[in-house]
């Protein structure tokens, strides 16, 4: 096959991240070395894959991964191995929040789990990419809902 090939799935994926990417950059950077620095809740196969796409694009930097499962948030962190400095291994989201100078994060945890991780997000000023969708019941999507509506940061809800 072509060196040059690119799968229909792999370019799907960049531009997907590319694009959750663009609603998440500040519209106040200042120069050529400003990055926008993320965290990602949720890091099993989706968040693994949208990861890969991420750390492929310049200007964004993943500071901090967060899973419940320890494992698998250190397998995270190693795919952004080449950052520096380090990628920080969460297991608690609301630690995470309160301990890393993000602009924004993903959530990309199992469907019934978007609203308990992408409100705090979202209260804490930050931007917001969520898994689709946006939750599983209709007053769990009101809530969030209500937290987007409020929130400084830009939520964005897509696959």
């Known amino acids: ?22 609603l998440t950059a ?17 890091t099993g196969g989706r968040g693994k894959r949208l990861l890969q796409a991420i750390t492929n694009i310049k200007g964004y930097r993943v500071a901090a991964v967060c899973d419940l499962v320890p494992e698998r948030a250190a397998q995270a962190a190693e795919i952004c191995e080449s950052y520096k400095p380090k990628v920080r291994e969460y297991t608690d ?12 994060c993903f959530v990309v945890t199992e469907e019934g789990n978007h609203a308990q991780c992408a409100i705090p997000v979202l209260e804490a000023g930050l931007h ?27 939520y964005q809800v897509g696959y």
């Open 93 to 104: 989201f609301n630690k995470m929040l309160a301990k890393e100078k993000l602009d924004a």
């Open 26 to 42: 500040p519209s106040n950077v200042i120069g050529a070395n400003d990055e926008v620095v993320l965290g990602m809740i949720g």
């Open 128 to 154: 917001c990419f969520s898994e689709k969708p946006i939750e599983v019941s209709v007053e769990k999507v009101d809530r969030v809902v209500q937290a987007a509506r409020k929130a400084k940061g830009i």
């Open 1 to 22: 096959m072509n060196q040059n090939f690119v799968s229909r799935r792999s370019f799907l994926q960049t531009a997907a991240a590319a694009s959750a990417l663009s």
